[in-house]
């Protein structure tokens, strides 16, 4: 199930890490048995899941959704159709399906139902409500390469957010770091059900993200701090963390290269910062890199193309549409808002038709909400950009659109597999709408995760209240 | 047209800038919401002559010497009244220059009254065309950040006029008492806040309405042209719109409505206030809001909720909404879903059209459709509240106005094939 990084390991003895172990013993058997050679000290290996997922969905039981307008995710569009659900994934889609003895049977006649929105850019819980400075959680602004946090122990389980979110149809999310700094630190990928713990909410088997920043955060927070104060401040910044990077990867390569081949090498020492880096090289871990201009996009493809790592996506990518052509001959994706701008001069040249000109080049497009309130109306950004895009002439249809909302987020993640779209054997991730999604007056009805009912509208049972909520004035009333 | 040959002078200087120039025109075959009395009229022909409404008639007839614009299947509506924005005052916010939306003053003996964006209105911002296009026609605009203890004097501006933007100036008086304001002027704590706050109205009443001259006596620890600048906000001429939130400071402020009978309280984004919706009614305060404002943000606002809106029109409060500057576009979004959380959709419309314009008292000008209103007005392409829906047509103050935004020329230039040149040659 967990795919761990392989430069974590020896690579002939995989199989014999255990989760838990952070050394393993190598039998003597297995080592090179030549009489010279001292013997060998336990091999040293780094533990590439030491805050495991704990996320175990109740038993869905046999669910059967029956004669809805489907959006699949991935670009199909069905009327009069029933999705199957047993033990939490999605077992039959069609027309003809009938209810196992047993199931439950949701009529969804006049209701879409759609694979749950992704959002692959949240603060819940790094940044959550109440916004207090106690809980300014999200960014490590200490130094302009802090690539040694992980934001899942800044993530704070009882953010009343979590539950707005869910009313919108979120599903999943990714909680990234802040943008202060050109490294931030590392991502984690939840699922959308808070319970007491953060290890609770975890996306079982997501690889981890890693949050790097482009061009006036960065510069303006350390600007008056030791720098990076201009934009190729930040670039030689990157460059000189990829080179120890690189450094620190070839060094674990040589140990484990000597300790396979029976000598005693000493094991390098452990870094934090250049072992989420060195992740990134390795392919195991996803950059989801803020930037909004064009320009700095394009260079940052090269500093990417100069030390052999992937850029899974552009956040805030406001002038995406410049180069939409680029970013789909790099495989990178562009994160963006339908519509916000002009906050700040990399946020100036903007335009509504952003995201489906994206599309329109054969690039991945996604939307993002990067804010507490934009999450719970995720439907509604696409449907902002479907409409501009129609506009100007880019005539998708809203089958295409939810792309931009669950299965291209999902692939940003690195959890298409197993989410993001209506098909059998995936997680039944699944959201229920009171009419088209694509309407400002449609909402969630029902949310599902993993199959399990974990939101209905109108019904109390089923509407969750953060610790923090509890026993407050807008208990149960958001 | 009846028009003398000035103001056709003037009509013909002003489309140099902006828009055709001011025909009489009849748009047939439409829906139109006029948010007047006479409600909604189906395949409707809007007469405008002379920048005016002259008539909303079902099936009417177009009479001669009139522009015909065909409307069939369309939606119009007035044009969207941005209710609270920093319109024409800021351009870039961060890092870019200077921002006449916000205002530094470092001296606490500065009230603040006397600050009036009307000089500072530009109406080349970039932001109105941006605004524009999608039906925003006018809009209050005020500072946003202010260290001073009173925000100022906010105008009612025209997003249609290249040369005099200003349709109201000093409109509106502002005021902060939130535990945020309370932070910046008052020592962190409302306890010195309201006191303060007291102790200036008592000031400003104690004029009974006569402007302090230089020469008269005069024993206040206000300045003169500070407390003079609060003589209309005293006799109920200017609205004094008041950010707050926590329920405990709206019961403060109708306690203040009950000491000052005349004042005329607008309450700017008042997450709680759904909580003394009958109240605010009966004392007849209307409120501002952002209805997508439904999180716990701080101590303050433990109630924020999305149905505020709703909650609050059913009690009798009238509402607007619509908070946001560089996106005051979504003024219609935003309406749409206080709809979609309980508001009846007519109110919904009402929130960013008629409502707006009665809270500023220029409801007699804009906001709705009929006899003799400034024809500002939007054709939609559907119900203006759905997120897919946009605006075809916009007129104002009887222009067509132009289409096209810098965002648009930019979308244009980006679709464009340039055949190898380099962008910079291609200009839509």
């Known amino acids: 199930m967990k795919q761990y990084p392989s430069w974590l390991r020896p690579k002939k003895l995989a199989g014999l890490i255990a989760l838990s172990l952070s050394v393993a013993i190598v039998p003597h058997s297995l080592a090179d048995d030549e009489e010279d050679k001292e013997p060998q000290d336990p091999f040293v290996s780094i533990n590439p899941d030491p805050f495991p997922s704990t996320y175990s969905p109740e038993d869905s039981g046999v669910v059967l959704i029956q004669n809805v307008t489907m959006l699949d995710g991935i670009g199909g569009e069905f009327t009069g159709t029933s999705v199957l659900i047993e033990g939490g994934n999605i077992k039959a889609v069609g027309n003809m399906l009938s209810a196992p003895s047993g199931a439950v049977v949701v009529d969804g006649t006049g209701k879409w139902l759609t694979p749950g ?79 007491r713990t953060v290890q609770d909410m975890k996306f079982p088997g997501a690889p981890y993200g890693m949050k790097m920043a482009c061009g006036e955060n960065p510069k303006r927070v350390y600007g008056g701090k030791g720098g990076p104060m201009t934009r190729m401040g930040n670039v030689a910044g990157y460059r000189k963390q990829w080179i120890e990077a690189q450094a620190y990867k070839e060094k674990w390569e ?104 994206v599309h329109n080049a ?30 100007a002439g880019l005539n998708f249809s809203k089958a295409q659109a939810w792309q931009w909302l669950s299965a291209n987020p999902a ?50 049972e089923l509407w969750p209240v953060s610790d923090f909520e509890l026993g407050q004035p807008g208990e149960g009333e958001r | ?53 002259k008539s909303v008639k079902a099936d009417g007839k177009v ?11 369309k939606v119009i509506t007035p044009g969207i009244i941005g209710a609270y ?85 000093r409109a509106v008086m502002s005021i902060d008492l939130t535990g945020d304001a309370a932070e910046g002027v008052a020592g962190g704590s409302r306890a010195i806040l309201w006191p303060k706050f007291m102790a200036v109205l008592a000031q400003a009443a104690s004029l009974k309405g006569k402007a302090l001259e230089q020469d008269d006596e005069w024993e206040g620890d206000l300045s003169r042209a500070d407390v003079n600048a609060l003589l209309p906000v005293m006799s109920g001429d200017m609205p004094l719109l008041v950010s707050v939130k926590r329920l405990s400071d ?77 996106n005051i576009r979504l003024a219609t979004q935003h309406a749409g879903n206080a709809v979609a959380h309980g508001m009846p959709w007519q109110e919904g419309l009402a929130a960013i059209t008629s409502n707006v314009a009665k809270l500023f008292g220029v409801d007699d000008q804009i906001g709705s459709l009929s006899k003799g209103k400034r024809a500002d007005l939007v054709v939609w392409s559907g119900d203006p509240l759905e997120v897919m829906s946009y605006a075809e047509n916009v007129i104002i103050n009887g222009k067509e106005m132009p289409m096209e935004s810098r965002q648009s020329k930019l979308r244009d230039r980006y679709l464009a094939d340039p055949k190898g040149a380099p962008y910079r040659y291609i200009k839509p």
């Open chain 2, 250 to 326: 709206i019961r403060n402020l109708l306690t203040v409505k009950g000491m000052y009978k005349d004042l005329d309280v607008v309450l700017l984004n008042p997450t709680e206030a759904w909580r003394i919706a009958d109240e605010l009614a009966k004392h007849n305060i209307g409120v501002i809001l952002d209805p997508e404002n439904n999180l716990p943000y701080d101590f303050e606002q433990l109630g924020a909720t999305l149905s505020n809106a709703a909650k609050l029109h059913a009690a009798g409060v009238t509402v607007a909404i619509g908070m946001n500057t560089h």
């Open chain 2, 63 to 73: 009479p001669r010497g009139y522009k015909q614009v065909d409307a069939s299947g």
């Open chain 1, 117 to 195: 929105i992704i959002d692959n850019h949240s603060h819940l819980g790094v940044y959550p409500t109440p916004d207090v400075d106690s809980h300014a959680d999200g960014n490590e602004m200490t130094k302009p390469v802090t690539a040694e946090v992980w934001a899942e122990h800044s993530v704070w389980p009882q953010d009343a957010g979590f539950s707005s979110a869910l009313a919108g149809g979120v599903t999943a999310l990714q909680i990234l770091p802040g943008s202060a700094n050109l490294v931030g630190g590392r991502a984690v990928t939840l699922k959308n059900l808070p319970d």
């Open chain 1, 254 to 357: 040589q140990y484990r290269a000597d300790y396979e081949a029976g000598e005693n090498p000493t094991a390098p020492s452990r870094d934090l910062r250049l072992e989420t880096l060195s992740g990134v090289l390795e392919g195991d871990i996803l950059v989801h890199m803020h930037c909004y201009r064009a320009d700095e996009m394009a260079v940052m493809m090269d500093v990417a193309k100069e030390f052999n790592y992937q850029i899974t996506s552009f956040h805030h990518a406001v002038e995406a549409f410049k180069i939409p052509d680029l970013l789909a001959e790099n495989g990178v994706c562009a994160s963006m808002w339908a519509d916000w701008w002009g906050f700040k001069m990399e946020a100036y040249d903007s335009v509504q038709a952003n995201i489906p000109m």
């Open chain 2, 85 to 169: 924005t920093s319109l024409g005052l800021v351009e870039v916010e961060y890092s870019a220059g200077i921002t006449d939306y916000s205002v530094k003053m470092e001296d606490a003996d500065y009230l603040g009254t006397q600050i009036d964006v009307s000089y500072a209105i530009n109406p080349d911002s970039s932001l109105m065309d941006i605004a524009r296009i999608d039906g925003i026609t006018s809009a209050v605009s005020g500072v946003s950040y202010t260290d001073t203890f009173f925000g100022g004097q906010g105008a009612v501006i025209t997003l249609g006029d290249k040369t005099n933007p200003v349709l109201k100036s």
């Open chain 1, 411 to 460: 692939k940003s993640l690195g959890i298409f597999d197993q989410t993001g779209s209506i098909e059998v054997g995936k997680d039944a991730d699944l959201v229920l709408w009171s009419g088209d999604p694509f309407s400002t007056y449609s909402l969630a009805d029902q949310v599902f995760i993993d199959g399990v009912l974990v939101f209905e509208r109108g019904n109390e």
């Open chain 1, 362 to 391: 054969g690039g991945c497009a996604i939307v993002h909400s990067d804010s507490d309130l934009g999450i719970q109306r995720l439907n509604q950004e696409a449907a902002k950009a479907l409409s501009s895009g129609r506009q």
């Open chain 2, 1 to 53: 047209m009846k028009t003398t040959m000035k103001t056709l002078a003037v009509s013909v200087s002003l489309c140099l800038s902006l828009g055709a120039l001011a025909d009489d025109i009849a748009i047939t075959g439409a829906t139109v919401h006029t948010m007047s009395k006479q409600g909604t009229v189906e395949n409707a022909t809007v007469l405008v002559e002379d920048g005016k409404i």
